[in-house]
T-cell receptor, first 115, second 115 residues
Framework: AQKITQTQPGMFVQEKEAVTLDCTYD???????LFWYKQPSSGEMIFLIY??????QNATEGRYSLNFQKARKSANLVISASQLGDSAMYFC????????????FGTGTRLTIIP | DVKVTQSSRYLVKRTGEKVFLECVQD?????MFWYRQDPGLGLRLIYF???????EKGDIPEGYSVSREKKERFSLILESASTNQTSMYLC??????????????FGQGTRLTVV
């Protein structure tokens, strides 16, 4: 069985600062994928970034980067230079077969950016 | 642009009613999923389908059933709605390109209230 743990229910960060959202995972699958999604107050789920279990380099997408530490089973999301529009719920998720199958989600972190 | 459309944004139903939540995707995706989202619990998988007429139970299938008669449409059925099924329901779709991963695309969600 797969499990995702997000230990930060809520975070407050000053605008323009960098923020790290924690995610640890547990799985026995050798091939898995890790995802981060953003959910603004409007409710839609927005895909941010993906990391495959065999990827050697950490994934980056604009201001988002994924700090993947396989030995520690962690996949933290780093947002550089935070903006007011980053205020939202953030979910970490994983799926077997590089994520081509069903996803298991964490409980989420509510990020609030303070002006 | 991939589009996943859920038939209702808000729904209020009475206890004991049979409820249908409809989801349609327009990108010919093989995989479709139904999740429910509750505060503090994240997203939990109810049912998923990898092909037409196929369905598999997720983590919390009790009280629900699904139907996938056409590739683009995946319906969630609450056989006899109960108050503990009051929740946000999210539909998602993805395709499996073989050897690579792709993110799941989500609908806008249906907030169901059972009274």
């Amino acid at each position: 069985a797969q499990k995702i743990t997000q230990t930060q229910p809520g975070m407050f960060v000053q605008e323009k600062e960098a923020v790290t959202l924690d995610c640890t995972y547990d799985t026995s699958d050798p091939s898995y994928g890790l995802f981060w999604y953003k959910q603004p107050s409007s409710g839609e789920m927005i895909f941010l970034i993906y990391q495959g279990s065999y990827d050697q380099q950490n994934a980056t997408e604009g201001r988002y980067s994924l700090n993947f530490q396989k030995a520690r089973k962690s996949a933290n999301l780093v947002i550089s230079a935070s903006q007011l529009g980053d205020s939202a719920m953030y979910f970490c998720a994983m799926g077997s077969n590089f994520g081509n199958e069903k996803l298991t989600f964490g409980t989420g972190t509510r990020l609030t950016i303070i002006p | 642009d991939v589009k996943v459309t859920q038939s209702s944004r808000y729904l209020v139903k009475r206890t004991g009613e049979k409820v249908f939540l409809e989801c349609v995707q327009d990108m010919d995706h093989e995989n479709m999923f139904w999740y429910r989202q509750d505060p503090g619990l994240g997203l939990r998988l109810i049912y998923f389908s990898y092909d037409v007429k196929m369905k598999e139970k997720g983590d919390i299938p009790e009280g629900y059933s699904v139907s996938r008669e056409k590739k683009e449409r995946f319906s969630l059925i609450l056989e006899s709605a109960s108050t503990n099924q009051t929740s946000m329901y999210l539909c998602a779709s993805s395709f499996s390109p073989g050897g690579e991963s792709t993110e799941a695309f989500f609908g806008q969600g249906t907030r169901l209230t059972v009274v």
